[in-house]
């Protein structure tokens, strides 16, 4: 078992910044990516952007690129999701997760964080 928990999430205004930290602790050994998705009510969780817990390659989404940024911390077991510019359609719960596999889809992820709100007013 992993165990993974987000902070960071809050409101902000159109154009902020916040940065999302997650810390995975327990059997992390096993994980080879860690990820970042994202949901709002009535739609399908998002994938956003994930991150070779060995290598540090990154892989973002395109709705996000040039915005948000993932970066991991090895020795603190720590990923984070740096995310500027922000805008209203950024406006969801958003999740970390851990995976064996590249594929960024839900299915692939095998643990989850409790989620983190983030809220952007325009």
């Known amino acids: 078992q992993v165990q993974l928990v987000e902070s960071g999430g809050g409101l902000v205004q159109a154009g902020g910044s916040l940065r999302l930290s997650c810390a995975a602790s327990?059997?992390?050994?096993?994980?080879?990516?860690m990820g970042w998705f994202r949901q709002v009510p009535g739609k399908e969780r998002e994938f956003v952007a994930r991150i070779s817990w060995i290598t540090g390659m990154a892989y973002v989404a395109d709705s996000v690129k040039g915005r948000f940024t993932i970066s991991r911390d090895n020795a603190k077991n720590t990923v984070y999701l740096q995310m500027n510019n922000l805008k209203a359609e950024d406006t969801a719960v958003y999740y970390c997760g851990t995976s064996r596999s590249p594929l960024i889809v839900r299915p692939a992820y095998e643990f989850w964080g409790q989620g983190t709100q983030v809220t952007v007013s325009s």
């Open positions: 327990g059997r992390t050994s096993s994980t080879i990516f």
